[in-house]
């Protein structure tokens, strides 16, 4: 088919649906936006609504948008209710304003990637937000039972420092209690100084009265005066007596009030200290946790004092009893002495026994007294710490009880969290499928190889030129073949300086979707030497020119672990085969004694009513981690067929097919996915005449062509709608038919060589990956079971 058709003129792509050459008449599932940079620029507090986002003449041009989309994705917000409109919006296509066409579909790309990159700011920001609660409910807990502990060691501490305060202030209160007394016995003393003082000063009135009277009356009373006079001396005696007594009355007042004073002092002293104590408890008691176990033994301990003061109360009633009643007897028996005393000499014996006892049983009292008070004392001790133990109790529980609902709000907010960003990814895979359904179901990248050393370039003038126009930036390249410049435009053009890291940015968002339960296929067109197994292999043990497949997988093993927060566990199965003349050999056979049975073995291709594909008795791998893949990589390329021919010193003879089965399951919400990644690396396209091919090269080079050409006639049979595809006419277009005519996402990559000497093979690639791009496929399905909802999740 290939070479039937080489000859006649381009069909451009922008033909489909009626529409001539030109910018406009590129089919609208294959546009893609233009001029959109990076996320990045100013950004500013106040955000923009999404009403902005939607309404068309906020909505920068295509050229002009650049620099203002990391603004924008900084300054808009999204709703619930919006975003589901703008998931479920369809531009309304006018049916001959293609450029007005482009400008909807360009318009709602921008939204959508907006929205998307909103989307994944939020949803870091609900990863983030998760794993700072946590954080602070791990911290909580620790921080908890810190202070249990710190709260029991604190407990005895002060419980030690109480009591030593509570010695201390006893034997303060007994030293204030003895200076008191001492103060109350110096007033009565000065009180009774001066009562003397009054006496004597009547005394003396008196006195002189009598001596006046007597000078009257002198001669008479001479003996009287003279005894007067010893009086006075006497009385004077006690007067000076007396001033002394009242001097030395004075001094230990003076000495009083000093040590009044300096009791008054220190009182103060006490009563501060007391009241920072009390201060210091009562702030300790709010920290303060008591155990269930010392509430217990204080109920114990006081129940057992109550049941042992009730006991001595009843043995000192029984010994008053036994007190009245011995006293009662002494009675008795003193009367009895009294009246026989005289009569029996016995009875001084008994007398003194009797005391004896009387003694033994006032000092058992009294013991059994001043037992009962330190027991009374011991009860009322116990019923303050009863006290302080209840209400350490309340405060500990009160603060147990805030501590439980900070840990609910903590826990309450991590769920909500959770469920949150579950709905988020839900929102996140359905925004992703809807803008890779707007590029189109099935896509055509073009990737031209660099020059090597050893191409013969010459003095010829290049072969290959990229339009600089602004709506082919990156989409259109023209190749010239004698003279002549045959355009064409794809999803994406890939430059000879283009790397291995930016090619697989473009495909990333496919692999994504397989991960999400897509079945995704990616395949690699082009003649020998163009570099087909480069862009799909590459250079494994060069990290920076590894191929699409090692990176494939790599980014899908790390967006597994990372979803295993989400509650997702996957499980992956891998297979490797090739098509060589039109028969399957399986890759993974282990041993080398097999090549025969693998040559001789008949595998069949089935395909289900889900659109699965298999192929009977081919090996199938579980795999864990990317270096198992790659070890199986290996293996596979070693078991491929490889030959010589005059494009290539070791051509790929065969088509390269590997397929990655994921089953996914959500141990949350209990949904299953399940998705295909196949990567596939045909054999080279060359015609007989440019590959040089002979005997076993000849039957293979034809072979290939013959499936390549089947491909063509699929392809070609698809473009036109056809009712009947001829799938089955080759084991390659059977094996692809759910990717092709299915619900599959079909990426294809057409590789050309730069060389003047390859411009009529490019040719025919491009001209087939023309045809492949006008080509409408079926809408992808994603591969579900039926959810069981948590109750918890709305």
Same mark, same amino acid.
């Given at each position: 088919m290939a070479s039937r058709n080489q000859n006649r003129p381009p069909r451009s792509p922008s033909t489909k649906d009626g529409v001539g050459a030109g910018g406009g008449g590129i089919p609208l599932d294959k546009r893609r936006r233009i001029g959109i940079g990076r996320i990045g620029g100013p950004t500013s507090t106040d955000r923009k609504p999404f009403g902005s986002v939607n309404k068309r003449q906020d909505v920068t041009a295509s050229g002009d948008t650049g620099g203002t989309d990391g603004s924008e994705i900084e300054n808009i917000d999204f709703t619930k209710e919006e975003v589901e409109a703008l998931v479920n919006e369809r531009p309304k296509m006018k049916k001959f304003d293609h450029k007005g066409n482009m400008e909807l579909v360009n318009e709602l790309n921008t939204r959508l990637k907006l929205c998307i990159k909103w989307f994944q700011k939020r949803d870091e920001a609900n990863v983030d937000e998760q794993g700072k609660l946590r954080n602070t409910l791990e911290s909580s807990e620790k921080k908890c039972a810190d202070m249990e502990v710190e709260m029991k060691n604190k407990e005895e501490n002060f419980n030690g420092v109480i009591s030593d305060l509570r010695k201390e202030n006893t034997s303060l209160q007994e030293k204030l209690t003895k200076e008191e007394s001492e103060k109350l016995e110096a007033i009565d003393c000065h009180r009774r100084e001066k009562e003397a003082r009054t006496a004597l000063e009547t005394l003396q009135a008196s006195l002189s009265k009598e001596l006046e009277k007597a000078q009257q009356d002198i001669l008479v009373a001479n003996q009287r005066a003279t005894s007067l006079d010893d009086m006075y001396k006497r009385l004077q005696e006690y007067n000076l007596s007396l001033q002394q007594y009242n001097s030395k009355l004075h001094a230990e007042l003076e000495t009083a009030r000093e040590s009044l004073k300096r009791v008054e002092k220190e009182k103060a002293t006490i009563v501060e200290n007391l009241s920072t104590l009390r201060g210091h408890y009562n702030s300790l008691q709010e920290q303060l946790t008591l155990s269930r176990a010392s509430q217990d033994e204080a109920m114990n301990q006081k129940e057992s004092l109550v049941n042992e003061v009730k006991c001595l109360r009843g043995e000192l009633q029984q010994v008053r009893d036994d007190r009245d009643r011995q006293t009662g007897q002494v009675q008795v028996l003193t009367a009895e002495v009294l009246k026989y005393k005289e009569s029996t000499g016995k009875s001084f014996a008994e007398i003194d026994n009797l005391m004896a006892k009387t003694k033994s049983l006032e000092e058992t009292c009294s013991? +059994?007294?001043?037992?009962?008070? /330190? /027991?009374?004392? +011991?009860?009322?001790?116990?019923?303050e710490k009863l006290k302080m133990a209840d209400f350490s109790t309340a405060e $500990?529980?009160?603060?147990?009880?805030?501590?439980?609902? @900070?840990?609910?709000? !903590? +826990?309450?907010?991590?769920?909500?969290?959770?469920? %949150? !960003? #579950?709905?988020?990814?839900?929102?996140r895979k359905k925004l992703h499928n809807t803008i890779l359904e707007l590029k189109g179901n099935i896509r055509v990248f073009c990737r031209v190889r660099p020059l090597l050393p050893d191409d013969s370039v010459g003095t010829e003038a290049p072969v290959i030129s990229y339009p600089t126009s602004v709506e082919n930036l990156d989409r259109g390249i023209d190749l010239t073949q004698s003279g002549q410049k045959y355009p064409f435009t794809f999803d994406k053009?890939? *430059?000879?300086? $283009? *790397?291995q890291q930016d090619v697989f940015v473009e495909i990333s968002q496919l692999i994504q979707s397989a991960l999400d339960g897509y079945k995704v296929c990616i395949f690699a067109y082009g003649q020998t030497g163009s570099g087909k197994t480069y862009t799909m292999m590459g250079k494994t043990e060069t990290p920076d020119q590894k191929g699409l497949i090692p990176r494939s997988l790599e980014q899908i093993f790390q967006a597994s672990q990372s979803l295993l927060a989400q509650g997702w566990k996957y499980k992956m199965q891998a297979s490797m085969l090739e098509i060589y003349n039109e028969n399957i050999r399986d890759l993974l056979l282990t041993n080398k004694s097999s090549a025969a049975e693998n040559t001789g073995k008949q595998y069949t291709i089935k395909h289900d009513a889900n659109g699965n594909t298999y192929v009977t008795d081919l090996t199938i791998v579980d795999v864990c981690s990317i270096q198992e893949i790659s070890s199986l990589l290996r293996q596979a390329a070693q078991s491929r067929s490889v030959g010589k021919t005059q494009m290539n010193e070791q051509s790929s003879r065969s088509h390269f097919v590997f397929t990655l089965r994921i089953s996914g399951v959500n141990e949350n919400t209990e949904q299953q996915v399940q998705g295909v990644l196949n990567l596939i690396d045909l054999a080279g396209s060359e015609r007989l005449s440019k590959s040089g091919a002979t005997g076993d090269r000849l039957k293979e080079t034809q072979a290939i062509n013959k499936s390549l050409s089947c491909l063509s006639d699929v392809i070609f049979a698809l473009a036109k709608k056809e009712d009947h595809v001829p799938f089955r006419n080759s084991k390659l277009t059977y094996l692809l038919q759910p990717c092709l005519g299915g619900d599959s996402k079909t990426l294809m990559f057409v =590789? #050309? *060589?730069?060389?003047? @000497?390859?411009?009529?093979?490019? !040719?025919? *690639? !491009?001209?087939?990956? $023309?045809?492949? =791009?006008?080509?409408? #496929?079926?809408?992808?399905?994603? %591969? @579900?079971?039926?959810? #069981?909802?948590?109750?918890?999740?709305?």
């Open positions: 013991t +059994q007294r001043e037992r009962i008070h /330190l /027991l009374e004392h +011991q009860l009322t001790a116990a019923n $500990a529980r009160t603060e147990f009880e805030e501590l439980r609902r @900070t840990t609910r709000d !903590l +826990q309450e907010r991590l769920m909500e969290a959770e469920h %949150q !960003l #579950i709905d988020g990814e839900k929102l053009v890939f *430059s000879h300086d $283009a *790397s =590789n #050309i *060589s730069p060389e003047p @000497t390859s411009v009529g093979e490019s !040719l025919c *690639s !491009l001209r087939f990956a $023309a045809r492949v =791009n006008a080509c409408e #496929i079926g809408i992808p399905r994603r %591969q @579900t079971t039926a959810r #069981i909802v948590d109750s918890r999740v709305s």
